[in-house]
């Protein structure tokens, strides 16, 4: 069955520190695509990145980065030089594909980050 | 991506009411969920809103519980019938674009507490 595992439940840095999520992921598909998402005491899900699984290539944007690795079924996430403003709890999906032709996200239970300052 | 307005924002209700939740989408969108958010939780799907037809329910969700009506591809109610304390959660509407149906963006939420 597919799953998604972080594993840390909260992290705690202090700003300008960099952190790395983490992000295992089970599936038994050859196509499928994973997902970061933000959510911020706010309550409302930012969606963050997509990776298909045909592209390993990492990915940065700004002060965030992604590292997917397929031998290890990882996609981690790394903000450099956090900032109190990325405390949020970050959600980590996988794609799974149903009968129906359908999609739905398994969802990893999420990792609450808090930066302080 | 998408703006997705979800009306109520918040609600306190009595035990035994219902509760209709809406969910506007400013442009035309394939997919439209429902989720639940306990406190604390990750998301759990509840239903995919199908236009034009009944929705598909998630194994442990029944539509005598959750009705949800979706008339248009732009709209979609959830009603949580017959309310509980254990109902008392955050729901979540979420759509998927034409062309990037997998990705899924999200309203504001509404957080539900049950008396």
């Known amino acids: 069955a597919q799953k998604v595992t972080q594993a840390q439940t909260e992290i705690s840095v202090v700003e300008k520190e960099d952190v790395t999520l983490d992000c295992v992921y089970e599936?038994?598909?050859?196509?499928?695509?994973l997902f970061w998402y933000k959510q911020p005491p706010s309550g409302e899900l930012v969606f963050l990145i997509r990776r298909n699984s045909f592209d390993e290539q990492n990915e940065i944007s700004g002060r965030y980065s992604w590292n997917f690795q397929k031998s290890t079924s990882s996609f981690n996430f790394t903000i450099t030089a956090s900032q109190v403003v990325d405390s949020a709890v970050y959600f980590c999906?996988?794609?799974?594909?149903?009968?129906?032709?359908?999609?739905?996200?398994?969802w990893g239970a999420g990792t609450k980050l808090i930066i302080k300052p | 991506s998408a703006v997705i307005s979800q009306k109520p924002s918040r609600d306190i209700c009595q035990r035994g009411t219902s509760l209709t939740i809406q969910c506007q989408v400013d442009s035309q969108v394939t997919m439209m969920f429902w989720y639940r958010q306990q406190p604390g939780q990750s998301l759990t799907l509840i239903a995919t809103?199908?236009?034009?037809?009944?929705?598909?329910?998630e194994s442990g969700f029944v539509i005598d519980k959750f009705p949800i009506s979706r008339p248009n591809l732009t709209f979609s109610t959830l009603t949580v019938s017959n309310m509980s304390p254990e109902d008392s959660s955050i729901y979540l509407c979420?759509?998927?674009?034409?062309?990037?149906?997998?990705?899924?963006?999200f309203g504001a939420g509404t957080r539900l507490s049950v008396l």
């Open positions: 599936t038994r598909d050859t196509t499928y695509y």
């Open positions: 999906a996988l794609s799974e594909w149903r009968m129906d032709s359908n999609y739905q996200l398994i």
């Open positions: 979420s759509v998927g674009l034409w062309g990037a149906k997998n990705i899924q963006y």
């Open positions: 809103a199908n236009q034009g037809s009944e929705a598909t329910y």
